[in-house]
């Protein structure tokens, strides 16, 4: 992989859609850490950004470069939706084929759309046919009994044939009945060696791995094997990994940055966000892992907890909590 291909060099690393967590405000947190890193949206229904009256598109291009997580299995609502992020600045569009949840299920969208590969591939080519963006898809290794390593090629076969050049690969499989969404990211067993076989097998696709991944020397690992590494939760609970993302995977020169500092180059942010009445707990939420194995961390954290969401919490509600930290 030549990282003088933009686009390629722009997925190398990316902080996975996490439903009630990757908000605008948690993205804006993250960039502060990483110039490079993808960041990506809640995953975000069609019927919401069609039907609802609350803008739930609304981000600022200073996140960028930011994906967009569509839920969704209709190829013409998928297409309008693709089209409407495309023009309000998206760098990349993503179809959600990975979450197990029943209600996702209901709206005929997340993994069990691994059972319909020609529907995906419809939606898909929809999607593709409308914007000048990437159209990728997000993926586990295999659903309930549909997790033969056949199955995952004809999925993956199907889907590139209808434009899809990047993959994001979960390496567990689905349980779609049983399991609790917290329940199918820890219980099926991880099979990196599944994925690796996959990008052998397509060579040409793009393929990001995703899975348990925590340490920026399991990623390094990861990449002698991967395009792309896609890291959820640890980078949500462990945002301070972020900051030696440019330096370890993208440019040796670029400055590790440390919670501190990402937290104070916040604060305009979040003094802007509170003059367009924006509560500051539902910015400091996102902030709350910061300071992960310093001293004082757990006073940040108790600090925000009980304070931010309080009636008129201002940005010294942060400063004083910053202060329990050590240097």
Not at 95 to 109: A, Y
Not at 165 to 182: D, F, N, V
Not at 220 to 233: A, I
Not at 263 to 292: C, D, W
Request: charged share 20%.
């Amino acid at each position: 992989m030549s990282q003088n291909q933009p686009h390629f060099y722009r997925g190398r690393f990316s902080v996975a859609p996490m439903l009630d967590w990757t908000t605008r405000h948690c993205r804006y947190f993250h960039r502060q850490f990483s110039r490079h890193t993808l960041l990506y949206t809640e995953m975000v229904t069609t019927g919401a950004i069609i039907h609802a009256k609350y803008d739930h598109l609304e981000f600022s291009l200073t996140e960028n470069p930011v994906a967009l997580q569509l839920g969704g299995s209709d190829p013409v609502q998928l297409a309008q939706c693709a089209k409407i992020a495309e023009t309000r600045g998206y760098h990349e569009i993503n179809l959600n084929v990975g979450c197990p949840s029943d209600r996702v299920q209901n709206g005929m969208f997340g993994a069990c759309l691994m059972a319909k590969a020609d529907l995906v591939a419809e939606c898909v080519n929809a999607m593709q046919a409308v914007v000048e963006i990437p159209v990728t898809v997000k993926t586990r290794i295999g659903i309930d009994n549909l997790d033969s390593y056949e199955f995952l090629c004809d999925f993956v076969q199907k889907v590139h044939k209808a434009g899809c050049q990047e993959l994001i690969i979960h390496a567990r499989k689905a349980w779609l009945s049983g399991l609790s969404p917290k329940e199918n990211r820890e219980i099926p067993p991880l099979d990196y060696e599944r994925v690796y076989q996959l990008k052998r097998d397509f060579p040409h696709l793009f393929m990001s791995i995703n899975g348990g991944i925590k340490t920026i020397e399991e990623i390094q690992q990861h990449l002698q094997q991967m395009d792309g590494v896609m890291v959820g939760r640890e980078a949500y609970q462990n945002p301070s990994l972020l900051g030696h993302i440019d330096q370890a995977l993208f440019d040796p020169t670029s400055p590790i940055v440390t919670p501190r500092e990402a937290v104070e180059k916040m604060f305009p942010y979040i003094e802007q966000q509170l003059s367009q009445g924006v509560y500051l707990n539902h910015i400091a939420r996102h902030m709350l892992g910061a300071f992960q194995h310093c001293k004082g961390a757990r006073q940040w954290r108790r600090y925000l907890s009980e304070n931010a969401h309080k009636t008129g919490a201002d940005l010294k509600v942060v400063e004083t909590a910053l202060s329990f930290v050590e240097a």
